[in-house]
């Protein structure tokens, strides 16, 4: 026979799983959320100093 104390024990078990799942699953979010922001940070800096360098200035002068 199962007894009641058995079903509320293997619930226990289960919200724990779930529990401990949870807690990973935000981890890993939050991980991929700062690394996706370094990557564009990174790529804004780089990408605005590559700019910087490869400017042309051209002078004109008039003479009359």
Same mark, same amino acid.
């Given at each position: 026979?199962?007894? #009641? +104390?058995? @079903? *509320? +024990? %293997?619930? %226990?078990? !289960? *919200? =724990? +799983? &779930?529990? *401990?799942? /949870? *807690?990973? +699953?935000?981890?890993? =979010?939050? &991980?991929?959320?700062? $690394?996706?922001? &370094?990557?564009? @940070? !990174? $790529?804004?800096?780089?990408?605005? #100093? /590559?700019? %910087? =360098?490869? %400017?042309? &200035?051209?002078?004109?002068? #008039?003479? /009359?």
């Amino acid at each position: 026979m199962v007894q #009641r +104390a058995d @079903i *509320e +024990a %293997k619930a %226990k078990e !289960i *919200e =724990a +799983a &779930l529990q *401990e799942t /949870k *807690e990973s +699953a935000q981890n890993t =979010a939050v &991980l991929a959320g700062v $690394a996706v922001v &370094l990557v564009v @940070i !990174i $790529a804004y800096f780089l990408g605005n #100093r /590559k700019g %910087k =360098a490869g %400017k042309t &200035l051209v002078e004109v002068y #008039r003479v /009359k």
